[in-house]
Nanobody, 118 residues
């Protein structure tokens, strides 16, 4: 089993910044990708960004240029730096990992709430 623990969510004003962290523990061998998804009330969970073990990144169009994903492989931790936050970024953010290949990705954290409001 892989245990994922997110932190760093909270309330921020529009234009502000937050940094999310997700630490992985347990059976963490063979992780090939780590990433972040988000789910707003009444909407489906969707990709925010992910990063492969080789460092390749991918972002949703809505966050390109504002969010940056990074990973510390030595600490088995992935980060999401979120700048220029907008009210539409409000959601529960979930950490996700894929093991062995990009089809075995059913490992999720408990989620952390991000609220962007004035």
């Amino acid at each position: 089993q892989v245990r994922l623990v997110e932190s760093g969510g909270g309330l921020v004003h529009p234009g502000g910044s937050l940094r999310l962290s997700c630490g992985a523990s347990g059976s963490i061998h063979s992780i090939v990708r780590m990433g972040w998804y988000r789910q707003a009330p009444g909407r489906q969970r969707s990709l925010v960004a992910h990063i492969t073990s080789g460092g390749t990144t991918n972002y949703a169009d809505s966050v390109k240029g504002r969010f940056t994903i990074s990973a510390d492989n030595a600490k088995d931790t992935v980060y999401l730096q979120m700048n220029s936050l907008k009210p539409e970024d409000t959601a529960v953010y979930y950490c996700n990992v894929c093991k062995f290949n990009l089809y075995q990705c059913d490992y999720w954290g408990q989620g952390t709430q991000v609220t962007v409001s004035s």
